[in-house]
């Protein structure tokens, strides 16, 4: 968070310490809607970004996510080179028992209201299946299904980008980018997750791997070979990567106290609770930070390529 800002400063004071351009916000009796969307800058072009459903605590806690989410994707879309700016979408609701068709279409004629201003896609708590009923109301996302002329899940190409982070980051850090007999934790083995832990594991590294959903944790050690373990034993581990692919925030003052990680590479967004102070800790303590915008960006630029009608075999050049 900005030094100047806080979750108790007025909305208005938020935008201008983020240095945002434009906050909507969404609600519909009907479907239940209640969302934010943050367009942090347009200056290289319309504001993409995915949309997250999360059952947050509070509003502000939505906002906040929605704040630093967006200023993310501006970062990610001007690194990566692309004709994009920063936004982001979040919904407040449990996506397990909350999402309906006609929630996601609510949402999705908000976005139209936006005329081309923000462009969205999947992100935590949302899928292809979903933004194809956006798709019924807009034609301002991405990640639409193959079959209906999309790119598909971009998730693939998300763990792609992390993956390749790893090794540079080893290589790096070690002389060399092999991965086997490395040890690397994989926090959060969701859609982007899981396709790491399958790379990963190709290369034999061995991976460790959390979860709160323990279905999922059971399938995916199962699949791969992969060792479950606790989440709150996670930071006390003696290994060589921690790869966050869930909730921000993950890398704090507390965290980085018990981390005995030589490499922090992962697809989450916002890794770092307090941007300046948990850098100067990280590197006080030797820890090498792959910034998240900079190796989780292959999601973005499949969607990027679908908008501009690339092929997958020009999306993984770019």
Known sequence: MPANSSSDSSILEQLSAYGHKKLVFCND????????????????????GGTRMWSYSTEAEALQDALRLSRGMTYKSAITGLNLGGGKGVIIGDSRKDKTESLMRSYGRFIKNLNGEFITAEEMGTNTRDMEYIRMETNHVTGVPESLGGAGNPAPFTAQGVYLGIKA???????????????????????????????????????????????????????????PIDADKIFGLDADVYAPCAMGATVNNKTIERMKFAIIAGSANNQLKDEVLDSELLMKKGILFAPDYLINAGGLISCYSELTGFGKKRTVQL
């Open 29 to 48: 009796a009907d479907s239940g809607l209640k969302a934010i969307i943050a367009i942090h800058d347009t200056t290289l072009g319309p504001a993409l």
């Open 169 to 227: 980051s080893v290589k790096e850090v070690f002389g060399t980018d092999m991965l086997a007999g490395r040890t690397i934790v994989v926090q959060g083995i969701g859609n982007v997750g899981e396709h790491l832990v399958a790379l990963l594991r190709k290369e034999n590294a061995e991976v460790l791997i959390s979860d709160i959903n323990q279905e999922q944790l059971t399938y995916v050690a199962r699949k791969y070979k992969a060792k």
